[in-house]
């Protein structure tokens, strides 16, 4: 079975805790402050190994943590980074973010951050001033990002076989390549994609067998819908159509699936195609070369080929590699002079960086009942999980930097009045403001 869904837990590592500590010299009775810093959490990371076949082994752990990142330590010796978790994936990975965000991963060793570490807490020597010479209070760390993320996987294959169920895209790939794909004489025999190389002189060219699809297939019908996903990478799709299929008629059969890859989207209508008449054996040839003529006729700008294909003899294997290898040499030469089109005239840009207001430097002041206050704000609630508000120089400071921020002003605004409390995330506490 193909694993080609996942849904994972990540969890970046909480930074270390600065360290409250002074120097203890021999012949110097009063050192001053020498607390480290902590160090920051470990990220959990998706790395690209180009050895996964599919997403099977995140269906038996689910739950990735990065490590904790160490406590600082006196003599200003700052705590170590937390190690990584690393989290192997296969190419073709798509990664919906903790922050809705779309990340693909495409070529080995490639890597993206998924949960980001807490930063470490500041030690007591980075509090010291001229007015505050021997703090007795450091920064605790923060919690790493953590939560739920969704992966999914797109195969990366050159070509998609297409086509209704028991069309003998399986016979096909198994014929073409090394591959052993199930193969009967009843529909929906393949209930997952299947890989195969077709091997060049110069290249190999990867082909992925998609399970039928069946008339409803994009609005999840049928077998083929969970797989659809999977032909957006291929650039050139080869159809196989039953000259003579038990039920329809080869010409419904073709626009129906056409209509499956126009309904589903994401541009498979406008792949490049190859049209291969299978199972021509089974007609006399001159009705196959008749069909194939018609067929050229009435095909599209976007039908590179029509070719007719026996099932048991392999006649015509060796016409439908060259024009595979033709297509796709085509199709790349169109995507270069599209890049080309698309790419910026060359021209002196101005390096410059924009500053705008991040979301961790506003807050807002509301009324909570009783004589409370909320203040709510990232950047608040950050700054009051950093410290122990038990401590009353802790305390001291972070009156301190609300008044420079501006949110005592703004209490006062709005109406506090002493001996009121301020909520700010889980703490409750009072202060005197004047």
Same mark, same amino acid.
């Given at each position: 079975?193909?694993?080609?869904?996942?849904?994972?837990?990540?969890?970046?590592?909480?930074?270390?805790?600065?360290?409250?500590?002074?120097?203890?010299?021999?012949?110097?009775?009063?050192?001053?402050?020498?607390?480290?810093?902590?160090?920051? #959490?470990?990220?959990?990371?998706?790395?690209?190994?180009?050895?996964?076949?599919?997403?099977?082994?995140?269906?038996?752990?689910?739950?990735?943590r990065?490590?904790?990142?160490?406590?600082?330590?006196?003599?200003?010796?700052?705590?170590e980074?937390?190690?990584?978790?690393?989290?192997?994936?296969?190419?073709?990975?798509?990664?919906?973010?903790?922050?809705?965000?779309?990340?693909?991963?495409?070529?080995?060793?490639?890597?993206?951050?998924?949960?980001?570490?807490?930063?470490?807490?500041?030690?007591?020597?980075?509090?010291?001033?001229?007015?505050?010479?021997?703090?007795?209070?450091?920064?605790?760390?923060?919690?790493?990002?953590?939560?739920?993320?969704?992966?999914?996987?797109?195969?990366?294959a050159?070509?998609?076989?297409?086509?209704?169920?028991?069309?003998?895209?399986?016979?096909?790939?198994?014929t073409?390549?090394r591959a052993?794909?199930?193969?009967?004489?009843?529909?929906?025999?393949?209930?997952?994609p299947?890989?195969?190389?077709?091997?060049?002189?110069?290249?190999?060219?990867?082909?992925?067998?998609?399970?039928?699809?069946?008339?409803?297939?994009?609005?999840?019908?049928?077998? #083929?819908?969970?797989?659809?996903?999977?032909?957006?990478?291929?650039?050139?799709?080869?159809?196989?159509?039953?000259?003579?299929?038990?039920?329809?008629?080869?010409?419904?059969?073709?626009?129906?699936?056409?209509?499956?890859?126009?309904?589903?989207?994401?541009?498979?209508?406008?792949?490049?195609?190859?049209?291969?008449?299978?199972?021509?054996?089974?007609?006399?040839?001159?009705?196959?070369?008749?069909?194939?003529?018609?067929?050229?006729?009435?095909?599209g700008?976007?039908?590179?080929?029509?070719?007719?294909?026996?099932?048991?003899?392999?006649?015509?294997?060796?016409?439908?590699?060259?024009?595979?290898?033709?297509?796709?040499?085509?199709?790349?030469?169109?995507?270069?002079?599209?890049a080309?089109?698309?790419?910026?005239?060359?021209?002196?840009?101005?390096?410059?960086?924009?500053?705008?207001? #991040?979301?961790?430097?506003?807050?807002?002041?509301?009324?909570?009942?009783?004589?409370?206050?909320?203040?709510?704000?990232?950047?608040?609630e950050?700054?009051?999980?950093?410290?122990?508000?038990?401590?009353?120089?802790?305390?001291?400071?972070?009156?301190?930097?609300?008044?420079?921020?501006?949110?005592?002003?703004?209490?006062?605004?709005? #109406?506090?009045?002493?001996?009121?409390?301020?909520?700010?995330?889980?703490?409750?506490?009072?202060?005197?403001?004047?």
């Open positions: 079975m193909l694993y080609d869904k996942a849904k994972i837990y990540v969890e970046g590592g909480r930074g270390g805790d600065g360290v409250v500590s002074f120097r203890r010299e021999a012949h110097v009775p009063r050192g001053g402050p020498d607390g480290g810093d902590g160090g920051r #959490g470990g990220e959990v990371v998706l790395v690209c190994d180009e050895g996964r076949r599919d997403l099977s082994s995140l269906g038996r752990s689910r739950h990735f990065a490590a904790r990142g160490a406590h600082g330590q006196g003599s200003r010796r700052h705590g980074r937390g190690d990584e978790q690393v989290v192997r994936v296969p190419a073709g990975t798509v990664i919906f973010g903790l922050d809705g965000s779309t990340t693909e991963l495409m070529q080995d060793g490639q890597r993206a951050v998924v949960a980001r570490g807490g930063a470490g807490g500041h030690g007591n020597k980075r509090f010291a001033s001229a007015t505050r010479q021997s703090p007795r209070f450091a920064e605790r760390g923060l919690e790493g990002e953590s939560g739920w993320i969704e992966l999914r996987l797109k195969l990366l050159d070509v998609g076989l297409i086509g209704m169920p028991n069309a003998g895209k399986s016979s096909l790939l198994a073409m390549t052993a794909p199930k193969v009967a004489d009843y529909p929906f025999t393949t209930l997952e299947a890989l195969g190389a077709i091997v060049l002189e110069d290249r190999q060219i990867v082909l992925a067998d998609i399970p039928g699809l069946i008339e409803g297939a994009a609005e999840g019908q049928g077998l #083929g819908h969970e797989f659809l996903a999977h032909v957006e990478r291929c650039r050139l799709l080869v159809h196989l159509v039953e000259i003579e299929p038990p039920d329809g008629d080869p010409e419904a059969n073709y626009e129906a699936v056409r209509q499956e890859l126009a309904d589903y989207g994401a541009g498979l209508q406008r792949l490049p195609e190859i049209v291969a008449l299978s199972k021509a054996d089974l007609v006399p040839p001159e009705w196959s070369e008749e069909l194939v003529a018609e067929w050229s006729a009435r095909s700008s976007g039908v590179a080929a029509v070719l007719a294909i026996p099932a048991a003899t392999g006649a015509g294997l060796d016409d439908l590699r060259r024009a595979i290898a033709a297509a796709l040499t085509q199709a790349s030469a169109h995507a270069a002079r599209a080309d089109a698309d790419a910026p005239e060359a021209g002196f840009e101005a390096e410059h960086r924009v500053y705008r207001p #991040g979301e961790e430097e506003g807050f807002d002041v509301a009324p909570a009942g009783d004589g409370r206050w909320r203040i709510t704000g990232r950047g608040i950050l700054l009051f999980s950093r410290h122990d508000l038990s401590n009353p120089e802790a305390l001291d400071y972070l009156e301190s930097r609300l008044r420079e921020i501006g949110v005592i002003a703004a209490l006062q605004r709005a #109406g506090f009045e002493r001996g009121d409390e301020v909520l700010v995330g889980e703490a409750e506490f009072e202060f005197d403001p004047s």
